[in-house]
């Protein structure tokens, strides 16, 4: 009993280190442009999908199509930004989270086109193998895919903290008019942050890819990661890696114990618990405003 | 007309190039006339399509207050609209109230409904009222499956006939359209009121609309709960209308064709709203009749259209936000040569 308790513990963070990465996707461009990124999950989708593309499709294997998807993301990433979110910068806040809910839409349209309703398998690249921990099975390509999401995540994070760009990224978010007048390039920064979080959400989409596969859907199964995202704080880098690991951990335990719809359900109750008891997460900044 | 604009107040944004009132009251009474003779003249379809059209249009009204005029977004809609419905169905089926009756629950059941996830959210600036919204849209979506000794799970709830004042369908449609005509007006005057102005003052400055004597969080859940309410008289009407209530019509998609009818009308309009619903409703129907014309009988059309579907909505949202922010209202008034004085005064923050 206890035994099975924490094999599902193990199973639930393992799940939860994918969370982090597609959160730490959220977070980036919530902390540099104040746009809360409704499309985060169709970027993981896309990511993906290109991946599959490339690597399958195409058959050029599953280096090419690691780089094509990241690559591709990015870019994506970046060109939305500059093209669709620039020219909203300095309309109300609703507006420019609207237009990204549009273009979450238009990316399930294009992915739902292209590819139809289907669940596509992702060719294994994870070790399938199970891992036993004394007499505890954890699922090959869970363990595997939790290592790298953790090594992608310990990468950024590096990044984030201790580049150049990544302090002008912080620097942008504390304070934008200061961070300008001190010659920070706003643009460069919005830009860099949306591509990074292309990156962090392809990464992320490959990964929970590899595990269940690949549908259209995939953007909006990822919505789970509001609840992260909200438990974390919204703004916190780091807290973004404790609320991952513990929203996988507790839908897990849901799931193996109440049954898989309860799994689906639970993400959106913290949602609403946080905003009752603590609207600034765990681990976030004082920004909110309470009125 | 034009003395009227320049005189009213900067915050007053509802109706856009407001005409005087004996011009808007003779367009109502048109409109009202239009939708009396239409059976006379129009096919089954037509009124099939009509009744589907009223009904959208009182639930982008309903999204409308939220959104455009209060300034709150809500990405969780079709919830309420469920709410609406499974709660008018079942009252039909267990308490056997007339249609009336059913569409005032369904607007008291969403409106309670929409209290439960505005409350925790709007205490708070920001962008938290879309993350409650949304949780509100997946679980509800889990309330309406799982709980199947009410709502029947998957396979939903069935409805009898109705007939309403001996006229089979054709009644139902005036039903229909005497209900979106008068929430339409209903709203039209709201935002005469110190209600309805308040909510326009809160999306502007909160913080000034405090100062005024405002309270902000009462007006926010007001404006919420309004659009809830509206959204749970369009859900009533819809279980009647298509006399069956399941959870796959109540769906994200179906929550982002109502933002984009609201978005792609006009937003902080209610005329801006109707043309919004129009054109939404619409608008798959070209859709389908434009593929089915086009791609030939071999090709898999269900398949074709869900996707297309989606990049529409999403595309018209995004499209018009940037280029036409205020819809379609703001086309037809470009187009009247009426843009600037407006424009000056709906500049956004």
Known sequence: ?291 | MSNQMTSTAPLKTAGVGRPSGNTEAISWALLALALLVLPYFGSVYVVYMACLIAINVIATVGLNITVGYAGLLSIGHSAFLGVGAYASALAWLHLGTPLFVNVIIGGVAAFAVGLVFGIPALRIKGVYLAIATLAAQYSLYFVFQQWTAVTGGDRGLSLPKLDVFGLGDTGFYYAVAIVALVTCIAARNLFRTRIGRSFVAVREKDFAAEVLGINVVRTKLMAFGIGAAYTGVAGALLAAFLRLVNPDQFTLLVSVFFLAAVVVGGRASILGSIMGALFMTLMPEILRFVLEHTAGSGADLASLLSPLREILFGALIVGFLIFEPRGLVGLVERALGRSEAIEARQSEH
């Open chain 1, 1 to 291: 009993m206890l035994m099975q308790l924490l094999e599902f513990s193990i199973i639930g963070i393992a799940s939860g280190g994918i969370y982090v990465l597609a959160a730490l996707s959220f977070v980036i461009v919530y902390k540099a442009t104040n746009v809360f990124n409704f499309a985060t999950g169709e970027m993981m989708m896309f990511g993906t999908y290109l991946f599959y593309l490339v690597d399958y499709q195409l058959g050029f294997g599953w280096i090419a199509g690691l780089a094509a998807a990241l690559a591709g993301s990015a870019i994506l990433a970046m060109v939305l930004e500059r093209s669709l979110m620039r020219p909203l910068i300095g309309r109300p806040a609703v507006v420019m989270v609207m237009v990204t809910l549009g273009i979450g839409s238009i990316m399930r349209g294009v992915a739902g086109l292209f590819w139809g309703p289907e669940v596509r398998q992702l060719t294994e690249v994870l070790p399938r193998k199970p891992i036993f921990l004394g007499d505890m099975l954890i699922p090959g390509k869970l363990a595997w895919g939790f290592v790298i999401a953790g090594v992608i995540a310990a990468l950024f994070m590096a990044y984030y903290r201790y580049s150049r760009a990544g302090t002008a990224i912080r620097a942008t978010s504390t304070d934008q008019i200061t961070a300008e007048s001190l010659g920070i390039n706003i643009r460069a920064v919005f830009l860099l942050s949306w591509g990074l979080a292309g990156v962090l959400a392809a990464a992320s989409g490959i990964i929970t890819g590899s595990v269940n596969g690949v549908t259209p859907q995939l953007g909006l199964v990822a919505l789970n990661v509001l609840a992260v995202v909200m438990l974390a704080g919204m703004t916190s880098v780091g807290g973004v890696v404790i609320a991952g690991l513990f929203v996988g951990w507790l839908e897990t335990l849901v799931g193996a114990y109440l049954g898989a719809s309860w799994q689906s359900f639970i993400p959106y109750l913290v949602v609403l618990l946080v905003m009752v008891i603590k609207p600034n997460g765990l681990f976030g900044e004082r920004r909110i405003e309470r009125i």
